[in-house]
């Protein structure tokens, strides 16, 4: 055998190729049918996938985007930024929204993890990231993402996952909500009994006959200068005795008046804040825009059958070929002998 002609030469991979295109073709074929087979439905459950697609909303308060006044009103719908769509990507990653689509949908049950598994919750959360996931898009858009075996439970679970993005954020606000509207409440019912001691107060003082200190003062004094003028004692007297009563109370009169304006100002403003904390805990604040909502997919998207056998096969032919290629250059040093027999003439 002349070494020189079955030495590998690399510089002539079409002669190689041509020397052992039939043990080629054969393990290619084997791989191709093998992975044609070992990629069907017997062996490898074919997934669905179901997507849903939505834009993040703006967040902050709606009865102040609707009660307040136009310099400081905010656009309620205008869709949310950076900030709002990675805030919707950590509440849909959450271990709450995770849990709770587990508790909805039985998911122990449904990807088949037995009672006594060891590590239980691991395998569900580690089955979880497999099949669910959430993405930013290059449009500012959110999208999740859901891969089943059953194509109605994976839209089931996408369009559950889009519902708990509402749910739990608006609970976290709610919770906020309920302080501030405690604490307006609070400071209203106090402003309001303030003015309702204020009015009391001012009531009594007006009962004595004080209640327009300035106009009653300026008449009382041009009264009192006719009567002296004419020298009616009295007249003089009862206006006497009713500017001395302007005195003793007229002070009072003018604070309590103040005090009672100062605090139905604050009243006003309090009242506003108030009404603005009830209508937050009391409105279901939407957080997204839907898009595209999950629907039940009618193809698989795994496994991917044409891939796997063409990857196989490449893969195969790949180590068929540097099989060969050892093979011949230890025939070639003759720490083996040829078995194999070669198209090509030697």
Known sequence: MDRNKNAFDSTNVFAFLIRWWKHLFVICMIAAVGAAVFSGPRFIT????????????????????????????????????????????????????????????????????????????????????GNISFRRTQ???????????????????????AALADTVQNELRLERAELAYNVAKTQYNILRDQVRQAEDSLRKIMGKGVFDLE???????????????????????????????????????????????????MLIQIQRRYQEAQSDLESFVPFKFILDSAFESERKVY???????????????LMGVMILMVYETLVDKGLIKQRIKKNSKS
């Open 46 to 129: 074919p997934k669905f996938q179901s997507t849903v697609t939505m834009f993040p909303a703006t967040g902050g308060s709606v009865s102040r985007a609707v009660m307040s006044g136009a310099a400081s009103r905010q656009d309620f719908l205008d869709y949310g930024e950076v900030e709002d769509a990675e805030r919707l990507l950590q509440v849909l990653e959450s271990g709450n929204v995770r849990d709770r689509v587990a508790e909805r949908f039985n998911l122990f049950e449904h990807y088949e993890i037995p009672e006594d598994a060891a590590f239980r919750r691991t395998i569900l959360n580690e089955i979880y990231r």
């Open 139 to 161: 449009f500012g858009a959110v999208e999740v993402r859901v891969r089943d075996h059953d194509p109605a439970m994976a839209a089931k679970i996408a369009n559950e996952l």
């Open 215 to 265: 106009g009653q003062s300026a008449m009382l004094t041009r009264q009192l200068a006719k009567d002296l003028s004419a020298n009616n004692t009295e007249g003089i007297r009862v206006l006497e005795e009713r500017l001395a009563l302007l005195g003793d109370y007229g002070g009072a009169y003018v604070f309590n008046a103040e005090y009672l304006a100062n605090l139905a100002a």
């Open 303 to 317: 496994p991917t059958r044409w891939i796997i056998v063409f990857l196989a096969t490449f893969a195969t032919g």
